[in-house]
């Protein structure tokens, strides 16, 4: 019987507690959810344990970034940690990505209320990147969100990159839009979604919490490590 490889969560690392404290409690709930796989947590920078570290105590492992966007730290740092590693037994998965709208509408609902408000307007708030396509990406399922759901209008914002989340919002209300929420694209919090939080309270318009260790993300987490295990069996037969 062959053993299951370690699944290791790794993340960005924060100089902000709240993130790692956020990322361990993540990683709880999916050791609770599937106790039958191995599951460590790491991180890239400013937080411990570091992906080298932990990939140093292992011969083989399925890498998950704990990631949205497949922007910088995922092209370059994740992989370049493990081909640092030396160990050609670490797969890598895909990054969470879109699939994180449940959590995120979860989050929504939760301090906007029912969803099926044609008054309603969203701004999908992310921390931003220079990778124009990890933007997009957030902008996009802003777009399906309101033909979705029938709102006045949705938006994404960034911490980082424009628009901003004050924008946004002005441009919602411009639209029409009666009531304002803000769900934030976002793993855990820290400081630029704290800037986030703190630009939708000025414009008077709620704020969803980061997605955290919602239940759905750590199912995703684990659907991660499952398709890239089952990739790497097709491909080793194949091969």
């Known amino acids: 019987m062959t053993t299951a490889p370690p699944l290791v969560g790794v993340a960005h690392g924060s100089r902000d507690p709240r993130s790692a404290a956020t990322v361990a409690e993540l990683m709880d709930v999916v050791r609770a959810r599937h106790p039958e796989l191995d599951v460590r947590t790491a991180f890239l920078d400013l937080s411990a344990p570091r992906l080298r570290d932990v990939l140093g105590g292992v011969t083989s492992a399925v890498v998950v970034p704990l990631l949205l966007g497949h922007a910088y730290h995922a092209r370059v740092d994740v992989p370049g940690e493990v081909a640092r590693s030396g160990r050609p037994g670490v797969l890598v998965t895909d990054v969470l990505g879109p699939a994180v709208e449940a959590a995120a509408l979860d989050r929504l609902a939760a301090v906007a209320g029912p969803l099926d408000d044609p008054a309603l307007g969203v701004v999908l708030a992310g921390v931003g990147s220079s990778h124009a396509p990890a933007n997009a990406v957030v902008a ?25 989340v004050t924008d946004a919002i002005a441009q919602l209300r411009a639209a029409g839009a009666r009531r304002i929420a803000v769900a934030q694209w976002v793993l855990a919090p820290g400081l ?20 955290g260790a919602h239940p759905a993300v750590a199912d995703l987490v684990v659907a991660r490590y499952r398709e890239t295990l089952a990739r790497e069996r097709v491909r080793w037969r194949a091969g």
């Not at 996009?140 to 901003?164: H, K, L, M, N, Q």
């Not at 630029?192 to 997605?211: C, Q, T």
């Open 192 to 211: 630029l979604p704290d800037r986030i939080a703190r630009a939708a309270a000025a414009a008077g318009a709620v704020v969803g919490e980061p997605l």
């Open 140 to 164: 996009a399922a802003a777009a399906e969100w309101r033909d979705r759901f029938g709102w006045a209008g949705a938006r994404a914002a960034f911490a980082t990159a424009e628009p901003s």
